[in-house]
């Protein structure tokens, strides 16, 4: 039934590329087919809890603008939360998209024990289990917030204090159990908190190590209750903590190599969270390609003028050709998919607004994904970075890199041969105008 917060919108259907309609799809076509693949499976899309149905739409200097019903003060905490999975389910609908993404504390209210937070989180599992029946709607991962309460204040598996470390295990493992109830196809660690502000009360090798040995723990109850699907790490650099150990791909992927973890955990990368480390989106993607951990994305994009994660719906077209192109390179999905991370600005106050905006990115997600489709079809841009790196084929230099030369054969070879070598060409504008011709 309908909860009447969204009026009487109808389901957002495909209208094409010709249509003026802004509450229609013009490029994403879910039944498309590209490279082999339909465009929904492709890009898996997620509608996220927590900006959508948990912000109230405040800032530093001023306090809520939705007035969401389901945020009125006094009213009673778990039947807000059972209204805001009827309008949640109703929006998903809508949208006509297949996944949807939670935090524990988005869904439920906490309680003044753990138990009691754990049954309110599971009786609104229960409505959802009832709810995704029904519409076929799927979990592509669930995830515990361990940053919003004091408690955390000083990281969860990174805290100080051990009964603080034991706490934030329990609450993982229920978050947990949820998911795999639900038949989530990931499970998301995002620290929050997992980092320090100074060193002064700090020791880092003590914290990295509670870390490692929570995120093994993470992995042997995953094995342990047969739950099937990817455990993910979301990178994010200094929001909260000054210093977070989370920093990006390449710092998440050290830490997993020293912890024996880089078979067990992939990455969930966020655009906002590669500009905050001071990289490009496709630079994170492309560094987790590299390293084979590539899992899922939280899709959005920051204000370049601001400092600070603003999480923005995803409508750069060029960029996002170019994330795609790195997802479509590292195979696609498997597990992963493309979660709508993003908020509405706070004067957007309708509740078509929440529709509008994903609409729009998705379309515009989708325009990128062609793009980078027809950029892979082409060949002419991984043909010429294959060209670029063809001179370590030949087996003299293949042979350097499988540890078979050394500094001396190596000096032998220069001196024998005379070698003088010269610089080439990068055509960095040539490709850039290259990728141009497809966006």
Request: proline share 4%.
């Amino acid at each position: 039934m309908s909860t009447g917060f969204f009026g009487d919108l109808q389901p957002i259907r495909y209208a094409g590329p010709g249509s003026k309609d802004p509450l229609s799809y013009r490029h994403y076509n879910k039944d498309e087919v590209v490279l082999g693949k339909r465009m929904e499976d492709h890009l898996r899309f997620a509608v996220c809890y927590w900006h959508n149905f948990c912000w109230p739409g405040g800032d530093p200097f001023g306090g809520e603008t939705f007035l969401r019903p389901w945020m009125a003060a006094g009213g009673d905490p778990m039947d807000q939360a059972r209204l805001k999975a009827d309008v949640a389910f109703e929006m998903f609908q809508i949208l006509d998209m297949p996944f949807f993404t939670f935090h524990d504390r988005d869904i439920a209210p906490e309680g003044g024990t753990l138990a009691e937070s754990n049954a309110n989180v599971n009786a609104i599992a229960d409505i959802f289990e009832r709810k995704m029946s029904d519409t076929g709607i799927k979990l592509l991962w669930g995830t515990a917030n361990m940053f919003s309460n004091r408690r955390f204040m000083s990281g969860a598996a990174t805290n100080p204090d051990p009964d603080v470390f034991a706490y934030a295990a329990a609450q993982v493992k229920n978050a947990m159990d949820v998911t795999h109830r639900l038949n989530g196809s990931n499970y998301v660690l995002w620290g929050g908190r997992e980092g320090y502000e100074t060193l002064l009360n700090t020791n880092a090798g003590q914290e990295l190590d509670q870390l490692g040995r929570f995120l093994n723990m993470v992995v042997e109850y995953k094995h342990k209750i047969g739950f099937t699907g990817t455990i993910l790490i979301e990178p994010k650099p200094q929001e909260p903590s000054k210093h977070q150990y989370d920093y990006d791909v390449g710092t998440v992927f050290g830490f997993l190599k020293a912890y024996g973890l880089e078979n067990e955990v992939k990455m969930n990368i966020e655009q906002g969270h590669a500009i905050l480390a001071g990289h490009s989106f496709e630079h994170e993607l492309h560094m987790a390609r590299s390293f084979g951990i590539l899992g899922s994305v939280d899709m959005n994009r920051n204000d370049y003028q601001c400092g600070w994660d603003t999480d923005h719906f995803g409508m750069n077209v060029p960029e996002l050709a170019l994330a795609y192109y790195e997802i479509l390179m590292a195979g696609g999905f498997t597990t992963g998919g493309t979660n709508f991370d993003a908020k509405l600005r706070r004067q957007s106050l309708d509740p078509v607004d929440l529709i509008q905006a994903h609409v729009g990115s998705a379309d515009a997600i989708a325009r990128g994904l062609k793009a980078a489709a027809a950029i892979l079809e082409d060949g002419r841009l991984k043909g010429f970075v294959d060209d670029r790196y063809a001179g370590w084929q030949k087996p003299e230099n293949a042979e350097i890199l499988n540890g078979g030369s050394s500094l001396e054969a190596l000096a032998d070879r220069v001196h024998a041969a005379d070698l003088e070598p010269q610089p080439k060409s990068g055509r960095q504008e040539y490709l850039e105008s290259l990728v141009n011709l497809f966006v």
